[in-house]
């Protein structure tokens, strides 16, 4: 027994102190963003600082490298025409992102929650996934036509490994102390799943989201390259056949500036979705030594 005068025993020197940080408000949140992009700008300035070097100084034909204002001229130039294929190939990346991700998440949930499933689907999947693409392409243009269904199939192939894999580790990634903790309170396999397993598991879908909302533009572009008369993968390939290297550069920026801008919103959603886990990474809580 503690007698009333007895001082509860300090802790150890070297023991760990959990320091309580406040969230950060909006101004800190405009400062950290200009501080995590201030270094990926500076590097893209200056690739293309070196684009212009090396076409000044005529270091390489025009031809295989055209400048860097002959490219942004063609692009003011032929804007609509640019627009229009670039239009067609968002349309088909996000379709097939969204298809991707229904199917993914549904596969997912079923090979967690049987295992005769899993060990049946998984090695399919992983056959599936190792082979490449573009050989298959072809096949998809015989069977769907030369319409928008083949560029969709090639980027739900694509897209789709990454967000069952990220979907299958995150529910799989539940502390077994908490289902047995909601089982204990009489939560059945329903509730568990919404209030404890899908939660848990997001942050490792958007994971796996973010890197298959950018396959799934490489997957519209290589199912042009196969078989298409619009599209961005319809414009580089017919930039390439000319000769038309500022074209060529550009549906390439172009096809870039989409990933990169696909990539970001799946962030933006993240954040949105889950500030606890945006808070974390943070550093809401700190632990110092």
């Known amino acids: 027994m503690v007698s009333q005068g007895t001082k509860p025993a300090a802790p150890a020197p070297d023991a760990p102190a959990v320091v309580e940080r406040d969230r950060p408000g909006a101004g800190e949140r405009v400062r950290d963003a200009l501080e995590s992009a201030w270094r990926p700008l500076a590097l893209l300035v200056a690739c293309f600082a070196a684009w212009w070097a090396v076409t000044a100084a005529d270091l390489v034909e025009d031809y295989l490298v055209p400048s860097p204002g002959a490219t942004f001229s063609l692009l003011g130039d032929k804007w609509g025409y640019i627009w229009h294929h670039t239009w067609i190939t968002t349309y088909e990346t996000l379709l097939g992102f969204a298809i991707a991700v229904a199917v993914g998440v549904f596969a997912a949930v079923i090979m967690v929650y049987s295992l005769t499933v899993e ?16 050989a298959i392409a072809p096949l998809f243009v015989v069977w769907l036509g030369f319409g928008i269904g083949p560029k969709i199939v090639v980027a739900v192939l694509i897209a789709f490994f990454p967000v069952v894999i990220s979907m299958v580790a995150g529910l799989k990634a539940v502390d077994p102390e908490m289902i047995e903790l909601s089982a204990t309170m009489g939560a059945g396999p329903w509730a568990t799943f919404v209030k404890i397993r899908l939660p848990a598991s997001l942050p490792h879908l958007f994971s796996g989201l973010k890197v298959a909302v950018t396959l799934a533009v490489t997957g519209a572009v290589v199912g042009e390259f196969v078989g298409a008369n619009e599209g961005l993968g319809y414009v580089i390939l017919q930039a390439n056949g000319n000769l038309d290297t500022p074209m060529l550069f550009a549906g390439l920026l172009v096809m870039s500036a989409i990933g990169v801008v696909l990539f970001v919103l799946v962030e933006a959603a993240e954040k949105l979705l889950l500030p606890w886990h945006a808070s974390r990474r943070g550093g809401a809580v700190t632990t110092t030594y």
């Open 119 to 134: 060990r049946t689907l998984y090695p399919i999947l992983l056959f599936a996934q190792v082979i490449p693409k573009i």
